[in-house]
């Protein structure tokens, strides 16, 4: 029975940690345990309901939650928020030809000051550049080298102190409460002192909102 409940409370815990929404409302003490538990024994397909409450009951994550809570508020304090408009994401396949004609682009937007973004993925690369730089990716790639071009989107960024580097659960915390707004996240990136949200030009206003909220 012991290890029974073991295997639940590590279903309930992977189960939480994938939703912030459910993180941020047991952090805040405003969840409802057993309406918490009936939807993950629902999406768990278990019938050990008690064992799921008490485990909701017993989250959040190990450690020192109340230090590190205070270390993540003080740090929020400190950030800011900087936005970007008229920016597009366009997505390559890899391989070296797409790496060497990438590089060429890529050196040219840079040597104009402008940002330029690449993020691997596991079947290429997402490049983030202003939109008025869509053209020279689509002239200098073949068509089948490009999987998509997505226009129309923002890039917002929260620019931290470096002690973001040691500190937990920044990138969580924005990101749910951008999930909790019914926002859209298209590409996300924590890089050196930058939280990073690329998301639709309609959620600008309501997301530069939610953060500043949080931020304040």
């Known amino acids: ?62 450690g020192d939650q109340g230090f590190q809570e205070r270390s993540l508020t003080r740090l929020l304090a400190k950030s800011r928020i900087e936005t970007r408009t008229k920016v597009a994401a366009v997505t390559v396949t890899e391989g070296v030809d797409v790496l060497q004609r990438l590089g ?17 993925v596991s079947r290429g690369t997402v490049i983030v ?33 470096v002690s973001i580097e040691a500190t937990t659960g920044l990138l969580a915390r924005l990101a749910s409460v951008l999930s909790s707004r019914g926002i859209n996240i298209v590409e996300a990136m924590s890089c050196y002192t930058d939280t990073i949200f690329v998301l639709d030009r309609e959620d600008m206003a309501n997301a530069v909102d939610a953060l500043a909220n949080v931020l304040a």
């Not at 080298?145 to 929260?158: P, T, W």
Request: glycine share 4%.
């Open 1 to 62: 029975m012991a290890s029974e409940d073991r295997s639940t409370a590590q279903d309930v815990r992977a189960w939480i940690d994938g939703h912030p929404v459910v993180v941020e409302a047991l952090r805040l003490g405003i969840a409802n345990h057993s309406a918490l538990a009936r939807r993950i024994a629902e999406d768990l397909g278990s019938s050990r309901l008690p064992a799921i409450r008490a485990a909701c009951r017993r989250y959040p994550p190990r």
């Open 104 to 120: 060429d682009i890529v050196e040219e937007i840079l040597d104009e000051n402008q940002i330029c973004r690449l993020i691997q």
């Open 129 to 161: 550049v202003d939109e008025d730089s869509v053209g020279r990716f689509v002239k200098r790639l073949r068509e089948n080298q490009i999987l998509s071009i997505h226009r129309g989107l923002v890039e917002l960024a929260v620019t931290s102190p």
